[in-house]
């Protein structure tokens, strides 16, 4: 069993930059992909960013491109979430989530995930 923590959203205005944070606990989090989901209210829940369970292999959603980057230090048990040039319509429930099985194949998919964070607050204003 895995817990996962998020922490670092807030509010802020449009053009700063964030970085999230994905604490894990109860097992050896380096064995696990990684990824990042978020979900605006009235809307379903999207695809940000996933990252290997080495840090190897990334992959960011077409939508934050160049905007986002995902990271990871095992040593620490985190993964993080770093968002610059933030828009309004960044604004939502960010989510952490982790995999078990590690291979790098559909991580977009939220169904693949076994654990997840109870997600932080992300409010771009204007």
């Known amino acids: 069993q895995v817990q996962l923590v998020e922490s670092g959203g807030g509010l802020v205005q449009a053009g700063d930059s964030l970085r999230l944070s994905c604490t894990a606990s109860?097992?050896?989090?380096?064995?696990?992909?990684s990824g990042w989901f978020r979900q605006a209210p009235g809307k379903e829940r999207e695809f940000v960013a996933s990252?290997?369970?080495?840090?190897?292999?990334?992959a960011v959603a077409d939508s934050v491109k160049g905007r986002f980057a995902v990271s990871r230090d095992n040593a620490k048990n985190t993964v993080y979430l770093q968002m610059n040039t933030l828009k309004p319509e960044d604004t939502a429930v960010y989510y952490c989530?982790?995999?078990?099985?590690?291979?790098?194949?559909?991580?977009?998919?939220?169904?693949?995930?076994?654990?997840w964070g109870q997600g932080t607050q992300v409010t771009v204003s204007s």
């Open positions: 109860g097992r050896t989090f380096n064995n696990y992909l």
């Open positions: 990252i290997s369970s080495s840090g190897s292999n990334t």
């Open positions: 989530a982790a995999d078990q099985h590690s291979t790098w194949t559909l991580v977009s998919n939220g169904k693949r995930y076994d654990y």
